[in-house]
């Protein structure tokens, strides 16, 4: 019926379309700013994270050098005294200091309490730049940034190879066999002279791996189970 009275159908509901239209783009404004509100008082980090956050007092400090870059993980901070870090490699319960550059100029600085030192700001770019994975940001570049480029990822690789090390490695630990005591064994020396062996002339037998069962949870039939479970075996 539609495709019959096209043009009849259209010509009743056209005034209808174009009152909506009309409707439409007057409250358009009115819609987007509601819907920029709204995202903009929604919480957009969780709040187990930026709870350690709001406790620290927060000033913003003129740049003391000739301009700040801005690393590529944009926060650094301390959490143990040491070298500034990532932020998001550090423990946030245990953070004194947080330093995020504004501008080339403005640094917006955070620290636990109003006696706690700042972290000296002219070293920030040099720490910057290892702290950096690939690359960072600047206002210009000169002879001094680029001595800084030669650095990025110094410190930022090395503190990943530490935590991906150190995390497979208690995994490794927890899910490793006790190995069992290591026994004597007779030297080459002692074998071509016709010395004793160490168990008083008797070979030993050579240590047997463990046994344990496999089973294949439907995905694999009988023979095939058996034949994988042999190889498993040698």
Not at 158 to 177: C, H, K, N, Q
Request: hydrophobic letters at 45%; a negative charge; one cysteine or more.
């Amino acid at each position: 019926m539609l495709k019959e009275r096209f043009r009849t159908f259209f010509a009743e509901q056209a005034p209808f379309m174009a009152a909506l239209f009309d409707t439409l783009v007057a409250q358009a404004p009115t819609f987007i700013r509601d819907g920029h509100n709204k995202i903009l008082s929604t919480d957009l980090a969780p709040d187990g994270r930026t709870e350690p956050l709001r406790k620290l007092v927060w000033k913003v400090l003129p740049c003391p050098q000739d301009g700040f870059v801005l690393p590529d993980c944009v926060a650094l901070a301390v959490d143990d005294q040491s070298e500034l870090r990532p932020l998001m490699m550090v423990d946030l319960k245990e953070i004194t200091a947080v330093l995020m550059p504004l501008s080339t100029e403005r640094m917006l600085v955070g620290c636990r309490e109003e006696a706690t030192p700042v972290p000296t700001l002219d070293e920030f770019n040099e720490a910057a730049a290892r702290a950096s994975h690939s690359f960072f940001i600047a206002a210009r570049f000169d002879e001094r940034l680029k001595a800084l480029a030669n650095r990025v990822g110094e410190s930022s690789h090395r503190m990943i190879e530490e935590m991906v090390g150190s995390t497979f490695s208690e995994f490794l630990a927890e899910r490793s066999p006790a190995l069992p005591a290591p026994t004597a064994v007779p030297n080459s020396d002692d074998l071509l002279s016709g010395g004793d062996a160490p168990d008083g002339g008797h070979e030993q037998e050579p240590p047997q791996a463990p046994r344990y069962s496999v089973h294949f949870l439907a995905c694999a039939d009988e023979p095939t189970a058996n034949a994988i479970a042999a190889v498993l075996y040698r």
